[in-house]
């Protein structure tokens, strides 16, 4: 069911409450680079310097409507929104996880737990934990956490309404199902286009098979990318709405990173960078146009963003 225009303001409304509406800027010095008019829509600007916070908000304030009775909840982010409404939560992540952003969730007052080698593994861990725990298992895709996270497509569309083209990065679908959602509810003509890593092409693969069809993941840099398995209800919205899929590979988002730090000064972590790094591979599609990218997260240890600003 595709939400409505009310509700996504009904959404966005209570992410506002929670969330500062973050900016859209325009930077020239992209404009050089790629030959389009670039606006960075920058969710490195959230409270946890990413974009899923936003649907955490939202999911968590209708979760609590429903079931008061709710004493925790395990989740694979959200620590923040868990929160705000006195909940313990427990946040189970990969081996490997940057560990400056595993540091910011305990400091959200999160339990981490740390299992497997993908977030696939913990995700499957976390089902786990809950059964055995009792604890509330948040969802990797629902459509309450899309209501909340198209709020930054919303602000985005407000302020720019005839842009020819956003480029989203996809994780687990989520940011690029939101702007579909905000696209068709305001009536636009914009083409979405998803953008995922060559190292974790699970979405790729499942949107040209028409199934989902599970991959290894082999991305090194794009951890906010590093899907194994794409999710049946995101991959049917994504194959409603995009307008194309573009892949990129490390060393591309390194570039992009790279750029990104030296036309704007901003921090992006790799899946951040992914959107900008799919606009740089394809100049020539997207010569004069205007083009939006999402800076969807800026959470990249220092010891990573030191050496990929060094690799240039």
């Not at 899907?227 to 892949?247: F, M, N, S, T």
């Not at 146009?289 to 969807?296: A, C, D, H, M, T």
Request: aromatic share 4%.
């Amino acid at each position: 069911m595709r939400p409505t225009l009310e509700q996504l303001r009904a959404a966005a409304a209570i992410v506002h409450q929670r969330v500062a509406p973050t900016p859209q800027h325009h930077w020239p010095l992209l404009d050089q680079r790629v030959g389009a008019t670039v606006f960075v829509k920058h969710e490195n600007h959230t409270p946890i310097g990413a974009f899923k916070v936003r649907g955490g908000v939202v999911y968590f304030e209708r979760l609590m409507a429903r079931d008061r009775g709710i004493r925790g909840v395990i989740s694979q982010s959200l620590a923040l929104a868990a929160r705000h409404h006195g909940l313990q939560a427990t946040i189970v992540v990969p081996h490997g996880n940057s560990r400056e952003k595993n540091a910011a969730m305990r400091a959200q007052g999160a339990e981490l737990v740390e299992h497997g080698s993908d977030f696939h593994a913990a995700r499957e861990h976390a089902e786990r934990l809950a059964a055995r725990d009792g604890l509330h298992m948040v969802p990797s895709f629902h459509p309450d956490l899309v209501l909340g996270v198209a709020s930054y497509a919303l602000e985005l569309f407000d302020a720019l309404a005839d842009l020819d083209a956003v480029l989203v990065p996809i994780g687990l679908g989520s940011g690029a199902s939101g702007l579909i959602a905000a696209r068709d509810a305001l009536g636009l003509k914009t083409a979405v286009i998803g953008v995922v890593s060559e190292g974790a092409p699970t979405y790729a693969l499942s949107l040209a098979a028409g199934r989902v069809i599970e991959h290894e993941v082999t991305t090194q840099l794009a951890d906010g990318m590093a899907c194994r398995v794409a999710e049946p209800d995101a991959l049917e919205i994504l194959r409603r709405g995009l307008g194309g899929l573009l892949r990129v590979s490390d060393v591309e988002v390194a570039a992009s990173m790279r750029t990104l730090f030296e036309c704007t000064h901003q921090v992006a972590e790799g899946a951040g960078a992914a959107a900008l790094a799919a606009l740089m591979q394809q100049r020539a599609r997207f010569a004069g146009q205007r083009v939006g990218v999402v800076l969807s997260g800026g959470n990249v240890d220092r010891d990573v963003f030191a050496d990929v600003l060094k690799g240039a």
